[in-house]
């Protein structure tokens, strides 16, 4: 489905704050859909400026899950930015995610510290024990598999964040043993 360019919103004003147009290309935004009305709130919130992007980009993540691509076109639009500056931050933060994750995340850190003091080899063991690369799911839904440039834990390093908690000074064996709980 074409999306209608960016560069072509219309904006009202109230009260002197601005407020995006309706989104023809937000699915269920026009049926009343509390998920775009909490974006709606954030960005009025944040008076529609662009640096508030990151705070909506949690707060998208947060509602759907995942950042679809009509969630990314409705926060350009709203904060008048360029899809591809939305795209870009969405991309660049292992927390935010494009694609549905799996009932567990698995986020292995291969940040320099944390590179030099093994987690390749955590990374390759996770792959092959899953089946699949880094950045996927496995097919039957159940763990993500995700690398981090850097999660700020060097003095733990090798650092992997399981369902959110972090764990520092992981070796291939004590992650696989983890991993294998998630399958029980």
Not at 105 to 120: D, R
Not at 160 to 165: A, Q, R
Request: proline share 6%.
């Amino acid at each position: 489905m074409p999306y209608p360019p960016l560069q072509d919103q219309h904006r009202s004003t109230v009260a002197g704050v601005a407020s995006p147009a309706k989104s023809p290309s937000a699915k269920g935004h026009a049926s009343g859909d509390r998920r775009f009305k909490a974006l709606d709130m954030t960005m009025k919130r944040n008076q529609y400026k662009p640096d508030a992007l990151i705070e909506v980009l949690h707060k998208a993540q947060e509602a759907f899950g995942y950042l679809e691509e009509d969630v990314l076109i409705y926060i350009a639009k709203g904060l008048k930015l360029p899809l591809s500056r939305v795209y870009g931050v969405a991309t660049f933060y292992h927390l935010f995610s494009l694609k549905p994750s799996g009932a567990h995340t698995c986020v292995v850190c291969l940040g320099t510290a944390c590179y030099v003091k093994g987690s390749n080899k955590v990374m390759e063991t996770l792959e092959k024990e899953l089946g699949i690369e880094r950045g996927k799911t496995t097919p039957d839904g159940n763990v993500s598999l995700i690398a981090a440039r850097c999660l700020g834990a060097c003095g733990i390093a090798p650092a992997v964040v399981f369902d959110g908690t972090v764990a520092g000074k992981q070796e291939p064996e004590t992650v696989l043993a983890r991993i294998r709980t998630w399958k029980a």
